[in-house]
Nanobody, 119 residues
Framework: VQLQASGGRLGAAWGSLRLSCTSSGHFLGSWAMGWFRQAPGKEREFVAAISWNGGDIYYAAPVKGRFTIARDNAKNTVDLQMNSLKLEDTAVYYC?????????????WGQGTLVTVSS
């Protein structure tokens, strides 16, 4: 599965950005999906996840209440709406497919999209 993440750009603190993840050759609606991020000098961390039908959604504590993950299986997209941006949200954001039963067992990482938040 090849994933393409897009929407990353320079954003203002307290502003909003919307990231999108899609696949040109695979139907994402069969899998649970997740968003992760990796800030400079830090390890990649979990951000949010959504089940195949959107019925189950999980957020990491730092983004809960500010970010919203959603999917549109008809459009083959999984989006991450990011509101009330903080400087610490600066990172490369990756979408991934859940490939196993483990909580953070994800794979097929896309190329990532860079989000930079400025004050």
């Amino acid at each position: 599965v090849q994933l393409q993440a897009s929407g990353g750009r320079l954003g203002a603190a307290w502003g909003s950005l919307r990231l999108s993840c899609t696949s040109s050759g695979h139907f994402l609606g069969s899998w649970a999906m997740g968003w992760f991020r990796q800030a400079p000098g830090k390890e990649r961390e979990f951000v949010a996840a959504i089940s195949w039908n959107g019925g189950d959604i999980y957020y990491a504590a730092p983004v809960k209440g500010r970010f919203t993950i959603a999917r549109d299986n008809a459009k083959n997209t999984v989006d991450l709406q990011m509101n009330s941006l903080k400087l610490e949200d600066t990172a490369v954001y990756y979408c991934a497919v859940k490939i196993g039963a483990g909580t953070y067992e994800y794979g097929h990482w896309g190329q990532g999209t860079l989000v930079t938040v400025s004050s």
